[in-house]
Structure formats: structure tokens, C-alpha cells
């Protein structure tokens, strides 16, 4: 009778983690419809590209300027209107997290960059320039959250060690920031 008992509250147990999981990738699947949907309206659609199932935003070269961490105008326009957004995702599941990634092409610093007002950043080599561009994507997407929602977000910067498959490490397509929904 015990073992009946147990294998009925497994199914229950099974059945309300499926239920909730699905839960979380409909509202996940829903902002990054309304994210490309925005980007669209505004005629922005060759600086970002949504990866449904794999819960990602990639905001391509389109979104930095070349050799920058500083975001466009428009870019930060879109964001803007989505951050209420991001924030109400989090605050409905503490569970979600945002990595934010930052990338480059393979072509080498060959000047430090030092002027901070003009790129957003110093660096010296191309994984400090995709550290400061992740980072640069963290202050757009946190905006003004509190800071308790702002730990959901952690940023990491890869350089030119993760270059698109399809692509020479040499195209200006590896210049992107790849932003992930992730359920705990």
C-alpha cells in the first residue's frame, strides 16, 4: 500500500515540475517574441536575432560600434521598453537567470584603447573589449531594477575563443553578445 502511495505523489511531483517548467519557457518564449517583434517595429531587425528554443537574444555587430562597448541609440531605445518586462519575468521566478556573453572577431588590439568617454571602455585586448561589451548589455538590460533583481544577470567575456561555426574567426559576425535565459 506504501509503495502505491509513493508512486502516485511521484507522478503528482512529476506532473506539477513539467507543468511549471512549461510555464517558465512560454513566459521566457514570450519576451523574446516581443524583443524581435520590437526590434522589427523599429526597422532594427539585422542587430539582433532570437533563438526560441534556445532561449537567447544575440545582439550582433550591428549594436557596437566597431572597436566599442558603447550600444546605439536605438538599440538602447528597444531595451528601454523592455527592461519592465525582464524584470517582471524575474520576479515571478527567482530561478531564472540572464548570462550575458560578450564575443569578438579574431582580429588583434594593436593600440590600447584608453579613451573611456568614447568606447565605453579601456582595453587592451579582445577579451576585455568582450568583458566591457557584456557589461555594457547588463547596464541596458538591468536599467533601473533593484539590486536584488539585478543578481540574476551575470556577464563573461570570451574574446575570439568562440567564434560562430559557420564563420571565419575573422568575420565581423563573431562581434556579438549573446544574451541567455537560463532556468535554475
Known sequence: ?????ISVLQKSFQKIITAD????????????NETKDQFNIRGLSQAVSVDLPGN????????????SA?????????????TGKIASLLKKDGRIRVVIEGHTDNVPVMNPVLDYAK?????DDNFTLSAARAREARKLL??????EIAKHFIVAGFGDSSPLI?????????????????VE
Open 70 to 82: 558603447c550600444i546605439t541609440d536605438n538599440t538602447k531605445d528597444v531595451f528601454k521598453n523592455l
Open 142 to 147: 538591468t536599467g533601473e531594477l533593484d539590486a
Open 166 to 182: 559557420s564563420n571565419n574567426p575573422g568575420d565581423d559576425a563573431n562581434r556579438r553578445v549573446e544574451v541567455r535565459f537560463i
Open 21 to 32: 517548467k512549461l510555464a517558465q519557457q512560454e513566459m521566457i518564449k514570450d519576451l523574446l
Open 119 to 123: 568606447f565605453c571602455t579601456v582595453y
Open 1 to 5: 500500500m506504501l509503495l502505491l502511495v
Open 56 to 67: 537567447k537574444i544575440t545582439l550582433k555587430e550591428y549594436v557596437f560600434k566597431r572597436g
